[in-house]
């Protein structure tokens, strides 16, 4: 076991609605990644955080936020859900941006 | 172009057997490269990181050619429980870039 965890597992949510996913890293990694992992596909990055601040951000619209808490969990937000957004969202956890990252078992979303 | 492109798959083979898969990158800048494999419903689990010399872990060998911007994965005496999704991921500025991924199932 990787030691990051996810909460929660299953969520199931309706168009319009707002989520909130969280991730625990592993004892000692300062830095967070978000990935989406739609079906049949690889995960896509969401964006990172390294000591609290956004460090790098892929292609996703302003509705996907999120936060880093000092002992460096992090949230996933997501506003105005899109039946698209419908996905396993997974959080990595590493020792900086650039080091290799270790992932949870993910949370999958389901929009209806 | 996607920026990271792998074998579509998806790789039927019998146990014992040597699989080959290949993986392409387009941004030449990209850092670090890595070689994930992910279970059904389940979350990417690192396989093995990959550098300029080579290396190799058991049954698995990791190549990387900067020059052609490519990336490999030999497996050996392939065994039942190989059977997974083999991502490809290539890191550039902590941004990863993952391929879709190339499925292997590995029969008796």
């Known amino acids: 076991e990787t030691g990051v965890t996810q909460s929660p597992t299953h969520l199931i949510k309706t168009r319009g609605q707002q989520v909130t996913l969280r991730c625990s890293s592993q004892?000692?990694?300062?830095?967070v990644s978000w990935y989406q992992q739609a079906l049949g596909q690889g995960p896509q990055f969401i964006f990172q955080?390294?000591?609290?601040?956004?460090?790098g951000r892929g292609n996703f619209p302003p509705r996907f936020s999120g936060l880093q808490f000092p002992n460096y969990s992090s949230e996933l937000n997501v506003n105005a859900l899109e039946l698209d957004d419908s996905a396993l969202y997974l959080c990595a956890s590493s020792l900086g941006g650039r080091d290799t990252q270790y992932f949870g078992p993910g949370t999958r979303l389901t929009v209806l | 172009r996607k920026e990271v492109e792998q074998d579509p798959g998806p790789f039927n083979v019998p146990e014992g057997a040597t699989v080959a898969f290949n993986c392409t990158y387009s941004n030449s800048a990209s850092q670090s490269f890595f070689w994930y494999r992910q279970d059904c419903r389940k979350e990417p689990k690192l396989l093995m990181s990959?550098?300029?010399s080579g290396n190799e872990d058991g049954r698995f060998t990791a190549q990387l050619n900067r020059a052609s911007q490519y990336i490999s994965l030999l497996i050996r005496d392939s065994k039942l429980s190989d059977s997974a999704t083999y991502l490809c991921v290539v890191n550039n500025n902590n941004d990863m870039r993952f391929g879709a991924g190339t499925r292997l199932t590995v029969k008796p």
């Open positions: 955080y390294y000591r609290e601040e956004e460090n």
């Open positions: 990959v550098y300029s």
């Open positions: 004892s000692g990694h300062n830095t």
